[in-house]
């Protein structure tokens, strides 16, 4: 069973710049969720899209987008990068389309540069 | 937002030695995960907690759900260099997928 693939693995943006990162779950999972992960603040929940809708969103900013397709691929777009957008994000899928019992399971990462 | 603190930081033992880790959160958790990140990789499942005062063990990995379900604790033994590796607890919201995950314990392995 392939496991979760996010596209690109590392990408340098400028301030200012968008970004959109992708993310493949497992097949038949339809759960995706993004986390931000930083040195200083560890792994932070971004939002998380079920049969495409968002579910959950946690605290960022309006910059910060998502998007979940038929096929369960999901997408997360930064608009005007800060530089301390400058991390790695995480997608994770899980196949539990209820409660929060089920295994996350994570791809590579996204590490994102903003210059 | 939750809090979930790890203690130790860090840690740097001897190959053979036992390890000890914590997670204590503020509010009440219905299930806690461990999760073991590799350096540039994910975060990969080790075990999972659903039930207060269960202890659950895979290999020489044993992790315990808190009586007063705010917090857990993991335990290696005899640790290996492939132990290697940034340890996290985390804990779920009661809606969807959404995880706090700890400030992460730091593993360092002497051979």
């Known amino acids: 069973k392939a496991g979760v693939t996010q596209t690109p693995r590392y990408l340098i943006k400028t301030r200012g710049q968008q970004v959109t990162l992708s993310c493949s779950p497992i097949?038949?999972?339809?759960?995706v969720s993004w986390y931000q992960q930083t040195p200083g603040q560890g792994l932070q929940f971004l939002f998380e899209y079920f049969s495409e809708t968002q579910r959950n969103k946690g605290n960022f900013p309006g910059r910060f987008s998502g998007r979940q397709f038929s096929n369960s691929r999901s997408e997360m777009n930064v608009s005007t990068l800060e530089l301390g957008d400058s991390a790695l994000y995480l997608c994770a899928s899980s196949s539990q389309g209820a409660m929060n019992t089920g295994e996350l399971f994570f791809g590579e990462g996204s590490r994102l540069t903003v210059l | 937002g939750q809090q979930l603190n790890q203690s130790p930081q860090s840690m740097f033992i001897q190959e053979g030695e036992d390890v000890s880790m914590n997670c204590t959160s503020s509010s009440i958790f219905n299930t806690w995960l461990w999760y073991k990140q590799d350096p540039g990789e994910g975060p990969v499942l080790l075990i999972a907690l659903y039930k207060a005062g269960e202890l659950t063990s895979n290999g020489r990995l044993t992790a315990q759900f808190g009586i007063t379900r705010k917090d857990s604790f993991l335990n290696i033994s005899a640790s290996i260099p492939s132990d290697v590796g940034i340890y996290f607890c985390?804990?779920?919201?009661?809606?969807?997928?959404?995880?706090?995950f700890g400030t992460g314990t730091s593993l360092t392995v002497i051979p």
């Open positions: 097949s038949g999972h339809r759960s």
């Open positions: 985390a804990g779920p919201l009661n809606t969807g997928n959404q995880f706090y």
